[in-house]
C-alpha cells in the first residue's frame, strides 16, 4: 500500500556528486523509517543509509562522511546526496520504506535507479 518512486540516477564521472530523491504515496502514515540500499549485479543489496522518523540516521560504512541522507516528513520524501563518488558506488539504488503492518514488518522498495562512476 507504499508506493515508493526514484528520481536523479544518472552518471557522473569519479569525485564528482550526484543526488537521488524518494517520493512516498499510498498509506504512508506508518511508515517509521525510510532510506536507500543499493545493489551490483551477483551481489546481495547493501544499506546506504537510514532515516528513522524520529529522525537518527543510519549510513553503511562505505558512503559514511560522503553520503547524506535527508527528509521532508511534509511531502514523505527522502533524499541522498552522494559527494566524492568512486567507482565503486556504481550500482542500482533503491529507496525503501518500512512500514508496521500488526506484528509483522514490511519493506517497500522502489523500482531503483541506476548510478554510472566512470571517466
Known amino acids: 500500500q507504499v508506493r515508493l518512486v526514484e528520481s536523479g540516477g544518472g552518471w557522473v564521472q569519479p569525485g564528482g556528486s550526484l543526488g537521488l530523491a524518494c517520493v512516498a504515496s499510498g498509506n504512508t502514515d506508518k511508515i517509521n523509517a525510510m532510506g536507500w540500499y543499493r545493489q551490483v549485479a551477483g551481489k546481495q543489496r547493501e544499506l546506504v543509509a537510514v532515516l528513522t522518523s524520529g529522525g537518527k540516521t543510519i549510513y553503511g560504512t562505505p558512503v559514511a562522511g560522503r553520503f547524506t541522507i535527508s527528509g521532508d516528513n511534509a511531502k514523505n520524501t527522502v533524499s541522498l546526496q552522494m559527494n566524492s563518488l568512486k567507482p565503486d558506488d556504481a550500482a542500482a539504488y533503491y529507496c525503501?520504506?518500512?512500514?508496521?503492518?500488526?506484528?509483522?514488518?514490511?519493506?517497500?522498495w522502489g523500482q531503483g535507479t541506476r548510478v554510472i562512476v566512470s571517466s
Open positions: 525503501t520504506a518500512d512500514y508496521p503492518d500488526g506484528l509483522v514488518l514490511t519493506a517497500y
